[in-house]
């Protein structure tokens, strides 16, 4: 059996063998696995309402994907996205804040998620330019500066914008505000389901078309794979790095157009949820591709509602050792299939 055969089917091997874990896991609690299953079948795809929070879950997740797919192209590990979208969505809240009353929707909305994806940008550009002008490690960098981001966004909303006896801003302007599916399309869901998703679905088809349908996005991927060779072909690799680390942040920060535009209206504290983090879980599941980082994004959604779903009848830890089951067998299966894969 060749590599090339083999290498597609680890992300379903390593999911059939996820679920086939959780299963164990849940017989374990005393539990019948394929009645938690069908319940979690029921309870997400068989009314409205659970259809849209697996979108609305995995719009965020998209969007979070992204920003560490695209850094991962050329060779970079963003572990910032949490950072990223929260600085993202507290920028959109201020400039929702302060923008007119009156602004009309086609101006405020496009406005504030662009200044969304601004602010995830320059705060992912804080650590690519320290990679590509000290050489400091992408992962810890990013990482320390998700602490930072947690606490400016902690400072700022307790000590000057929140709500009196609240943990959030007021509400941005309706003209910045997102319609619901229920609002779009008439329909009965009453789940915070939104216009985001295809924003997240243009901008993931946008990245696509970067990354493989363009001059630039073939220049970033020769950068990853051989900085080397790519810098005697005349390709800027540190340039590279960095547009790769400010679309990610960018990608990171336009989250905020589901959380915030799309379904609250305002920043709130916990308003990540650790999104940020679990793009990392959907980026490695769909092997830093666009067209994948949707499936898995749907998947992971699903896991993380469903499990909320089957709380009565199961912990919910129980669905979050089964997305981390995936993902370490994505990373681990090559190894262990190694003797069994030979060069083409």
Same mark, same amino acid.
């Given at each position: 059996?060749?590599?090339? /055969? @083999?290498?597609?089917?680890?992300?379903?091997?390593?999911?059939?063998?996820?679920?086939?874990?959780?299963?164990? %896991?849940?017989? +374990?609690?005393?539990?019948?696995?394929?009645?938690?299953?069908?319940?979690?079948?029921?309870?997400?795809?068989?009314?409205?309402?659970?259809?849209?929070?697996?979108?609305?879950?995995?719009?965020?997740?998209?969007?979070?994907?992204?920003?560490?797919?695209?850094?991962?192209?050329?060779?970079?590990?963003? %572990?910032?996205?949490?950072?990223?979208?929260?600085?993202?969505?507290?920028?959109?809240?201020?400039?929702?804040?302060?923008?007119?009353?009156?602004?009309?929707?086609?101006?405020?909305?496009?406005?504030?998620?662009?200044?969304?994806?601004?602010?995830?940008?320059?705060?992912?550009?804080?650590?690519?330019?320290?990679?590509?002008?000290?050489?400091?490690?992408? @992962?810890?960098?990013?990482?320390?500066?998700?602490?930072?981001?947690?606490?400016?966004?902690?400072?700022?909303?307790?000590?000057?914008?929140?709500?009196?006896?609240?943990?959030?801003?007021?509400?941005?302007?309706?003209?910045?505000?997102?319609?619901?599916?229920?609002?779009?399309?008439?329909?009965?869901?009453? /789940?915070?389901?939104?216009?985001?998703?295809?924003?997240?679905?243009?901008?993931?088809?946008?990245?696509?078309?970067?990354?493989?349908?363009?001059?630039?996005?073939?220049?970033?991927?020769?950068?990853?794979?051989?900085?080397?060779?790519?810098?005697?072909?005349?390709?800027?690799?540190?340039?590279?790095?960095?547009?790769?680390? +400010?679309?990610?942040?960018?990608?990171?920060?336009?989250?905020?157009?589901?959380?915030?535009?799309?379904?609250?209206?305002?920043?709130?504290?916990?308003? /990540?949820?650790?999104?940020?983090?679990?793009?990392?879980?959907?980026?490695?599941?769909?092997?830093?591709?666009?067209?994948?980082?949707?499936?898995?994004?749907?998947?992971?959604?699903?896991?993380?509602?469903?499990?909320?779903?089957?709380?009565?009848?199961?912990?919910?830890? %129980?669905?979050?050792?089964?997305?981390?089951?995936?993902?370490?067998?994505?990373?681990?299966?090559?190894?262990?299939?190694?003797?069994?894969?030979?060069?083409?």
């Amino acid at each position: 059996m060749s590599k090339r /055969s @083999v290498k597609p089917l680890i992300p379903v091997l390593s999911l059939l063998f996820a679920l086939a874990t959780g299963s164990l %896991i849940i017989a +374990a609690t005393g539990s019948d696995p394929m009645a938690v299953w069908q319940k979690m079948l029921r309870s997400t795809f068989a009314s409205g309402y659970g259809i849209g929070q697996v979108l609305f879950r995995a719009t965020t997740l998209i969007f979070t994907g992204l920003a560490v797919a695209l850094p991962f192209r050329v060779r970079l590990f963003n %572990i910032g996205g949490e950072g990223q979208l929260l600085m993202g969505a507290l920028a959109a809240a201020l400039c929702g804040l302060a923008l007119p009353a009156g602004t009309p929707a086609l101006v405020a909305a496009p406005a504030l998620m662009l200044v969304a994806a601004a602010a995830g940008a320059g705060w992912a550009l804080v650590a690519g330019w320290l990679k590509v002008r000290r050489g400091v490690n992408e @992962v810890i960098s990013t990482i320390m500066l998700n602490f930072i981001a947690l606490g400016i966004t902690g400072y700022l909303l307790t000590n000057h914008f929140a709500v009196p006896s609240t943990v959030h801003t007021s509400a941005i302007i309706p003209g910045g505000w997102l319609p619901d599916f229920d609002t779009l399309f008439g329909l009965n869901w009453h /789940s915070p389901a939104n216009l985001s998703l295809f924003v997240a679905l243009a901008v993931t088809a946008g990245a696509a078309v970067l990354l493989f349908r363009s001059r630039y996005g073939y220049d970033m991927i020769a950068a990853g794979l051989n900085p080397e060779a790519a810098r005697h072909a005349g390709i800027a690799t540190g340039r590279h790095m960095l547009g790769a680390m +400010a679309l990610g942040g960018a990608m990171a920060g336009l989250g905020a157009a589901n959380l915030v535009l799309g379904y609250k209206h305002w920043f709130e504290a916990g308003l /990540s949820a650790g999104a940020g983090f679990m793009g990392i879980a959907v980026a490695l599941l769909a092997g830093a591709n666009p067209a994948g980082i949707i499936v898995a994004a749907l998947l992971f959604a699903w896991l993380d509602y469903g499990g909320l779903a089957v709380n009565t009848l199961v912990p919910k830890d %129980i669905f979050m050792m089964v997305q981390a089951i995936t993902i370490l067998s994505i990373i681990s299966f090559p190894a262990l299939f190694k003797s069994w894969l030979k060069e083409d």
